[in-house]
């Protein structure tokens, strides 16, 4: 598999014409002809439906598309940064996180890093744990920020604690929750932007709930046993995958959330609550062992600044 094959593919699966995928690559037809068959023989499957009249994706092409596209990406993504990196005598620090607030952390951190590391170079890469985890692995990436994970293990990997999260129920301040929660507290509830008081399961137990967890882990955490959040079934609850969706459900009114602490953002028509039950679980930084040994690298300079967040 090339280059080639892999733009050829891609470039008519987008236009569905051999004429126009031709004309897109300066190429002749017959040469993107000659290109999709061999990425096919290659494959050992048909890529395209193809009639005297029309060109479709196959369903493998159409699953064979995402993954094409990504490994495109990526070829060109690593010449662009080797590229840098020759040119500026620059070094990348490939920092993996699995959600978007977690950019305001990994900022924070880097404004500190880049003093002592002018010419570093941070590579981003937003997907889910899991996913992120297995590029650790495999040297794709330098350290992965975020919440421990209890079903990885590896030798190979070490997990350095920044302190342990609780959950914190978020709500948006018109929701009839509050109301309720006055009256049980015999008293008009405050409002103010960032100020906290505490909220039990009990209580929560009626109130519709916007429940944001990675895909990767819906099948664990709807198991028998799995849930770390209380989760009443018989309301029309709501499913999202990341915080960024949560605040927005949240700020619409659908239900209450519960945020990791390292992922709270104020919001003057949010409010926060302490839950009394929460669950504490590791926050921090995976990194593989034998990138830890260099003390004076950037990764052990990422994680003593991470240290001074806590």
């Not at 699953?63 to 005598?89: G, R």
């Not at 929750?177 to 909220?199: F, Q, W």
Request: glycine fraction near 4%; charge should be negative.
């Amino acid at each position: 598999m090339n280059t080639a094959q892999l733009e050829c593919f891609i470039s008519l699966a987008k236009t569905l014409n051999y004429v126009k995928t031709a004309d897109q690559l300066n190429l002749t037809q017959p040469a993107v002809s000659k290109q999709i068959k061999s990425l096919e023989n290659e494959l050992g499957a048909r890529l395209f439906d193809r009639t005297t009249r029309s060109v479709t994706l196959s369903q493998v092409g159409q699953q064979f598309l995402p993954e094409a596209t990504t490994m495109l990406n990526t070829y060109y993504h690593s010449i662009e940064w080797i590229s840098n990196f020759n040119v500026a005598k620059r070094h990348a620090l490939r920092i993996g996180y699995s959600d978007p607030h977690c950019i305001n952390i990994i900022q924070t951190i880097l404004k500190d890093l880049l003093r002592d590391f002018p010419n570093l170079t941070p590579d981003l890469t937003y997907d889910q744990t899991d996913a992120n985890l297995s590029r650790l692995t495999l040297g794709q990436l330098d350290l992965v920020l975020g919440m421990r994970d209890a079903r990885f293990s590896d030798d190979n990997i070490i997990f350095h604690k920044l302190h342990e999260d609780k959950f914190i129920c978020v709500v948006e301040k018109e929701h009839p929750l509050l109301e309720d929660l006055a009256t049980h507290h015999g008293a008009r509830y405050d409002v103010c932007p960032g100020k906290t008081d505490t909220i039990s399961s009990d209580f929560l137990w009626n109130y519709r709930q916007v429940v944001a967890i990675p895909p990767y882990l819906l099948k664990n955490y709807y198991s028998r046993g799995q849930r770390i959040i209380p989760v009443n079934d018989n309301l029309d609850n709501y499913i999202c995958s990341n915080t960024n969706e949560a605040y927005g459900l949240v700020l619409s009114g659908l239900g209450y959330a519960m945020i990791p602490e390292h992922l709270i953002m104020m919001h003057p028509d949010l409010v926060f609550l302490n839950w009394i039950e929460s669950p504490h679980s590791g926050f921090g930084i995976y990194y593989r062992r034998e990138s830890g040994k260099n003390k004076s690298s950037a990764l052990v300079k990422f994680m003593e600044l991470a240290d001074r967040q806590k």
